[in-house]
């Protein structure tokens, strides 16, 4: 029996994955979801961090996906990929003064499709690990639909919502960002709005909060965003 957060979570999924044609979507619903009461010794999990031209969901770009595999307590550095996503306009010049990727950059990204795609592969039968994870969510959920016709549903495990929900106290307004909380951890300060650094950067985070909170017990279902 599945409990109520995950029932609705799988619902959705299979909901949409009714809608989905035969392609890279198709494939990544296929692949299937990781039961909750799964132990986090036994979970494979794919850290992801999107830089992109904007914060509206539909009308700015993804320009770069960074990720990096988790499998228990252990990242797993040779996993680490950087996909990078042609967009099909002019960049923002407010933007590219955040994540500093240049037109020159993108001058041999891949077209959205592909580069889709092939995140979409990296994804398929893994929990998904973000900082701030609405985000990440939005943005692949908008693309989905723009390319493949149907929803992007996958679980996500947020190391901000964790940081309230484990740790709750009074905060500075910016206390839950990455590199706030990442010192707070005695983590060291990398260079924020790198797509594959700010994913190992929420990887290390995420492990650093199990180490404080206690790994003895603790699934999947513990981790997901709620």
């Not at 392609?23 to 296929?30: A, E, V």
């Not at 692949?140 to 901000?160: N, Q, S, V, Y």
Request: glycine letters at 8%; proline letters at 5%.
């Amino acid at each position: 029996m599945f409990g109520s957060g995950e029932w609705w979570l799988r619902r959705r999924f299979a909901k949409a994955a009714r809608s989905v044609p035969e392609g890279p979507l198709r494939d990544f619903y296929d692949a299937g979801m990781v039961r909750f009461s799964t132990p986090f010794e036994e979970l494979e999990m794919v850290a992801l961090d999107l830089e992109t031209d904007g914060l509206d969901f539909t009308g700015s770009a993804i320009l770069e996906a960074g990720l990096i595999t988790l499998r228990g307590s252990g990242i797993m550095a040779d996993s680490a990929v950087r996909i990078r996503f042609r967009p099909t306009g002019p960049l923002s010049q407010s933007s590219v003064v955040i994540h500093r990727i240049t037109d020159d950059a993108l001058a041999e990204a891949l077209p959205e499709e592909e580069a889709l795609a092939l995140l979409l592969r990296q994804l398929a039968g893994k929990p998904l690990i973000a900082h701030f994870a609405d985000i990440e969510a939005g943005f692949l959920d908008a693309a989905c639909r723009r390319i493949f016709g149907a929803p992007f549903i996958a679980p996500f495990i947020c190391t901000m919502q964790l940081e309230a929900r484990w740790f709750p106290r009074p905060r500075a307004e910016d206390g839950l960002r990455l590199g706030k909380l990442r010192a707070g951890y005695h983590l060291p300060a990398y260079r924020a709005h790198d797509g594959l650094t700010d994913a190992l950067a929420c990887a290390e985070l995420l492990l650093a909060q199990i180490s404080h909170r206690g790994a003895s017990g603790l699934t999947l279902g513990n981790l997901i965003t709620r």
